[in-house]
Structures are given as C-alpha cells and as structure tokens.
C-alpha cells in the first residue's frame, strides 16, 4: 500500500508558525520585477520591434499575421474589468495585528493568542458611493476592510468608519444602494448623496436617521485614512477555547486619534488633489509613520443578551462605550505600500463569511445577507469562483479539497480523487475535528426556535432615541457642521415635498431645535413638534462618540506646511522643522515655485513644492518664518494671501513669526489662540504645537462666516 503523503493523524494542517507568518514572504513568488529582463511576448518569444506594427511596405496596409500587435492590443482590450457595486474606489495596504496578551479566554482563534506573533494583514479603505475615479474627499461612509491572513485561514472583517449602518435587513440593500447611487437619467452627482433619490428613500425609510446623522457630522469627511475609527457595525461572536460564546462588537481607534476636514476643505481638496487619501496613506507608510490602530471589544455576555433598551441584532445602533467599555485586545499596524494598484487593491476581495475558528456570526439579519452577498459579487467581478487563488487573496496556510477546475484555475491539483471520502488517494485531504485550539471549524452550538416568518422584531422599532443620545453627545461646533450639512443636502434636493419629510418626519424626531435650523436653511416650514413619541433610554449622553474627545493630544502625523521666499531666515526653517519632526510631524517647505530658495545668509533652502501646487487645503497647519526680503514678497503675493485666510477659515493653526507678523495686516485678520505671532520660532513653539493638537481652533467659528469662499 502506498505510504500516505502527511501522518495518518487527521489534521494535519495544524500550526505551523515558521511557515506562515510572512504573507509577504509568499507573495514574493507572485512577484515579478522586469529590470534586467528582455521584452517579451506573454509566450516568451523576445520581442525585436516595439514600436512598429508589421505592415506590407512601410505605407502599406497592416498585416494580419502580425501576432505581437495583435496580442498587445487584445490584452490591452480586456484590462478593465467591472468595478466594485459599492466601494468601488478605494486604497490598501500591507501590516500585521498583534495581541497584547494570549486571548484564549475570550476567543480560541489563534490570531489572538500569542503576544510575539504577527498575523499579515491587508487593509481596504474606500468610500460607499463613487466610481474609482471619483474624489477621495467626498461626504461618504468609509469602508474599512481587514483580510486577517492568519494561521488558521483568513479572517475578514469588513467595516465601515462609522457604528453603524443605514437599513436593519439585507433585502433593502439593493434599494438603499440604488437610491444612493448617481441618478439613473444623468449620472449625477458623482461621490455623494446630496441629490433627490437619497433623500426620497431614507426620508421614507425612519430606520436609516441614526446613520444619515452620521454621515452628516464630520466622520462623513475624515482628514485622512489613517485618522479614522474604524467598526465591526453587527454584533458577533467569539468562542473561547472551552466552547463558551460571548457576543462582541468590534472597534479600531487610531493611534493618532480621530480627525475630519471641514465641509469647504472637503470640497475643495476634491478638486485640487482628488487622491488626497491615498496619496496621504501612501506617504505616510513610505516616511515610516505607520498607521496605527488599537483594535478591541464591547463583550457581552450572553445573559445581557436583552439587558439593553435596543436590540443588539440591529446594526441601526451601538452600544454606548459608557455602558459596555471596550476591552483592547492588540494593535493594527499598516506598513507596507503594495507594489501593483490592480493586482492588490483592486483584486482584493472581502466576504464577511470568511471567519475562523474561535470567530462566529450573530442572527443580525443585516449581517446574514452579507454572508451570501460577497462571494457572489466577486463571481462576476473577478470572473469566476477561483478568485482565492489571486495572490492577494491566497491564505497563507494550504487549501487543499475536491473544488475542482472553474475558470481561471491557477492550481495544477494531483490525485484522483475530488470527492470526500476516498480510498484512492489515502482518504486525503481529511477532515479535522473541531479542538479547543487549531480544530476544525465548528458552528457555534446555538438553538435556534421559531416559525417562518416576513416580520422584524418590535425589539428593532425605535428608530431615533440613539439619533438623538448622539445628536446630543456632539459638541456645539459638531452640532453646528450637522445642521450645516443637512442644509447643504437638502438644499440640493430638487422636490419640496422630500425636503418637507425628512425635515418633519426624520429630523424633528432626532431634535427640534436641529429640524427648525434645517428648515429655515431650506425653505421648509420649521415644525413645532415631534411627530413620533420620544422614548425614554437609559442614557442621554455618550462623550465617546464626540470626535473632539479622540484627539491623540499630540501632533504625531500633522502636516504642516513652511511657508519660504527668497531672503527667509535659514535657521528659522531648519528649528522649525527640525522641532516638527522630533514630534513626529510631517512638514512640507513651500516656496513661490517648485525651485529652491535662496535665504538671507545666502544659503540655498530646499522646498517640497510650491505653495500654489500644496494648498492650505492638503496641510493641517501653516508657518511663516521670518526674513525681510521673504515677507516683502509675500505681501504683494496673492497665493500666500489666499493660502492663510484659507487656511484661518478651517480653523488651523498659523504662526507668523519676525517680519512675517506683517502679513497679519496684509490679510486683515488679528492674533487668536491659534493664529500666533512671536519674534522667532522659539516664541511661538509650544502654543504653537498645542494648538496644531487641537485640530482645529473652535472659537474661530464665528468669524469665519466673514471670509468669502
Ligand atoms: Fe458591503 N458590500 N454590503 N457593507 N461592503 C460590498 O462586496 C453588501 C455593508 C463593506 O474594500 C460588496 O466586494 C450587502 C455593511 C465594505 O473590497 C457587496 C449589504 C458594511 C466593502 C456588498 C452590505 C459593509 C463592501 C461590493 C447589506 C459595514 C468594501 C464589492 C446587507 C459593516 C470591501 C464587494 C472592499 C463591499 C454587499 C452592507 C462594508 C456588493 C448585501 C453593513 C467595507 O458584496
């Protein structure tokens, strides 16, 4: 008899940590570097004539025959392939998750049980609603995808950025994502929901005013993807190794704490630079300030199942940090850029049925259409049930059973036998018991008991009370964007009676005070009074959810633009930037053009580009140094004119020190606790710094009305 190929022991494919704990190590061989390397065809013949197609004479017509132009061109015909429904444009990265201690009380899922090891990762940000091309700086929900290679299969948490979502049941996806997309007659608008079709659907649909709150405060416009927080949104479950469930909600938060643009920013760096997300997520990680996120759980146990005033199946609602804390289990880190757009990003591909052992599903009736939708998705975006074999998508551990052939087969599979059980082949692969570590995947032991049935639970009813507990956990400035939003939106919707609805039906039901500010925006009636009862909760107020109270408290991975000129003083930029990066600071030295400058001392001041090509919009604070040739400049000069009072109107930090100071007049603006004048940098660096932490000077609100656009 031949010998089986591993020991008769079921199993077999247990942990082996040597072997996989590098995804990155296994993507090399899917790799393929051409320098040194002669042009070939995809057959490999070496290519003579790149630049000529084969042509009877050199005026004559092309030739049929002329296989390397035919092949080039085809190839090229069928580059594109069909971009995601939803989450289309998006940007990834490479980096590990590391547990801060051995979880195996909570969860026996191997990625949480040793505090030396790093499972790979790669991470997915995107927004909802746009095409690939569309603007990174859009009002949306951000995705925030997790492919978990670990070392019992890959684990996929697919988030969003915000708590939670717009509907309660799958069946209304297709509704929802049709009602946010681009109008079908003209395609417009491109990236957001400031249109008719939105507006109609989720005023007529009460459950979706928890999360259309959220996309109108500033989560909807992060300053960066690495200042998000980032969700589970349903409710799971985690097994330990004694087989005991607890159900848990998953939370990311950023190391360098959570940050938004500000509406007109938003807007206007969708312009000037449409990838500023991607671009900043890709600076970062090629300075070497990765992004960092400590990833943790809400758990509850199963007996306060229903302990809570709603129900913990229903993705329309959190539960409040204040009530349940959230436990930090290790940290996030992304830090590695991928080599290939489309062969990583954009054929990665996510399904929220993929789990592992130690990891399973709650009855949320949202996430259970999710479990079927994704892999269909990718049969047609990818082309076919073998996308798992795509190299961004291989688990790192062996996959080995009967699925067979399929278009786009990559693996040559030996054996006979593509069935289960077999003797032909040893019986092998086998199958693998369910162990309190390293088992097979097992079903969470659930009874399940009921009749089928169309109907939600009453227990899902209450569709405002946690819109208002957030609505009055923001700050004031918060509370103002929102309203500021609702009208902007709502004014850009065409039909009155839309206008009318989700003002007296949906916002008067959040808060009254916020519905008459909309109306009076908007040209609508303010209401007098709720339309819906309001209902009475165990909690009014959940700090966690105002962003102004996730600032990391230091200035780690603010950008900050210098702004220089000929004549500035050398030294003043070097402590500048000297003092931003020992803070872990990005700076940006902007000149007139993309040329260096000369500086008083005659020296030769290197810039990172030009102030015209870097606007405020892209940068998190400004300073001006002093010197009096720089600054004379600079008061005849329009950018830089532009480039503070932009710059003032987002409530950023500004210093202008020595001569610079004059440019205060110039711009017709007085000092403030964040605009900051001082004789050199020394003067003004601490303020200065504390208030670039600040994000954003709130006090400044008031005035900003003032300035034109
Ligand atoms: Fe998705 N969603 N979704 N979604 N979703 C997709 O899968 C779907 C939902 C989320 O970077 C699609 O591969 C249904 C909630 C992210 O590749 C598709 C429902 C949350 C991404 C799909 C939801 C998400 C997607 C389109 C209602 C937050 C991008 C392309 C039940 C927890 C992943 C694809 C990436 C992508 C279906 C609701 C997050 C069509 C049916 C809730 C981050 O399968």
Not at 357 to 374: A, E, K, M
Not at 430 to 454: C, L
């Amino acid at each position: 008899m031949a010998t089986p190929p591993k020991s008769e022991l079921a199993g077999t494919d247990t942990l082996d940590r040597q072997n996989t704990s590098k995804k990155l190590e296994q993507l090399e061989q899917f790799r393929s570097d051409a320098t040194g390397q002669a042009l070939r065809t995809n057959h490999g013949v070496k290519i003579a004539d790149n630049q000529n197609s084969l042509r009877a004479g050199t005026r004559g017509p092309s030739l049929l025959e002329d296989f390397i132009m035919r092949e080039k061109i085809t190839h090229f015909d069928h580059e594109r392939i069909p971009e995601r429904i939803v989450h289309a444009r998006g940007t990834g990265a490479y980096g590990y998750f590391q547990p801060y201690q051995d979880w195996s009380d909570l969860t026996k899922a191997a990625l949480f049980r040793d505090p030396n090891h790093q499972t790979p990762v790669f991470v997915r940000f995107s927004t909802v609603q746009g095409p690939r091309g569309s603007g990174d700086t859009v009002r949306d929900v951000r995705g925030f995808a997790i492919k978990f290679y670990t070392e019992e299969g890959n684990w996929d948490m697919v988030g969003n950025n915000m708590p939670v979502f717009f509907i309660q049941d799958a069946i209304k996806f297709p509704d929802f994502v049709h009602a946010v997309k681009p109008e079908p007659h003209n395609e417009i608008p491109t990236g957001g929901s400031a249109h008719d079709t939105f507006w109609d659907f989720v005023s007529l649909v009460p459950e979706s005013a928890h999360m259309v709150l959220w996309t109108m405060t500033d989560r909807a416009i992060p300053v960066n993807l690495r200042s998000m927080q980032g969700f589970g949104i349903h409710t799971f479950r985690m097994i330990n190794t004694a087989g005991k469930g607890v159900f848990v909600k998953i939370h990311l938060k950023p190391a360098g704490g959570v940050r938004s643009l500000v509406w007109d920013e938003a807007q206007k760096l969708a312009g000037k630079d449409t990838d500023a997300h991607r671009r900043d997520l890709w600076e970062a990680i090629e300075a070497g300030d990765y992004p960092e996120w400590e990833f943790g759980v809400q758990i509850i146990p199963e007996e306060d199942e229903h302990k809570f005033d709603w129900d913990i199946l229903d993705a329309t609602k959190i539960i409040p940090e204040e009530l349940v804390p959230i436990t930090p289990l290790g940290k996030l880190v992304l830090n590695r850029n991928p080599d290939n757009y489309f062969a990583e990003t954009e054929q990665v591909a996510f399904c929220p049925g993929h789990i592992v052992p130690g990891i399973d599903f709650s009855n949320d009736p949202l996430l259970q259409g999710r479990l079927f939708s994704y892999t269909d998705t990718q049969i047609s975006r990818l082309g076919g049930p073998n996308f798992h074999e795509l190299p961004v998508n291989r688990p790192v551990v062996p996959n080995h059973n009967g699925q067979r052939d399929a278009k786009y087969r990559m693996t040559i599979d030996k054996g006979r036998a593509s069935y289960e059980p077999n003797s032909i082949d040893g019986g092998w692969p086998k199958e693998t018991p369910p162990a309190p570590q390293d088992g097979g995947f097992e079903s969470y032991y659930e009874r399940i008991d009921g009749y089928k049935v169309r109907e939600r639970s009453e227990s899902f009813g209450d569709h405002f009370s946690q819109a208002t507990l957030f609505y009055n956990s923001l700050s004031e400035a918060e509370q103002a964007h929102v309203a500021d939003a609702y009208s902007f939106e709502l004014g850009k919707v065409e039909r009155m009676w839309i206008r009318e609805r989700q003002v007296n039906e949906i916002l008067a039901n959040i808060d009254l005070d916020l519905a008459q500010k909309v109306a009076k925006k908007i040209g609508v009636t303010p209401p007098t009074a709720p339309t819906v009862q309001p209902r009475q909760i165990s909690i009014d107020k959940s700090p966690a959810l105002s962003q102004l109270n996730l600032l990391s408290g230091n200035i780690k991975g603010f950008k900050v633009a210098v702004l220089v000129g000929d004549g500035v003083i050398a030294s003043e930029v070097d402590a500048i930037k000297q003092a931003l990066k020992a803070e872990g600071a990005h700076v940006k030295v902007l000149g007139p053009t993309a040329g260096p400058v000369k500086a008083a001392d005659g020296s030769e001041v290197a810039v990172d580009g030009s102030a015209e090509g870097m606007p405020s919009v892209a940068l998190d604070a400004v300073y001006v140094p002093g010197g009096a040739e720089s600054v004379k400049a600079m008061l005849d000069d329009g950018v830089i004119k532009h480039y503070l009072l932009e710059a003032y109107k987002h409530l950023k930090a500004i210093a202008l020190t020595g001569e610079a100071e004059q440019l205060l007049k110039a711009v017709y603006l007085s000092p403030d606790e964040a605009l900051l004048t001082g004789g050199d940098f020394k003067a003004v660096q601490q303020d200065f710094f504390a208030a670039i932490a600040k994000h954003r000077c709130w006090a400044r609100m008031p005035k900003i009305k003032s300035i034109p656009a």
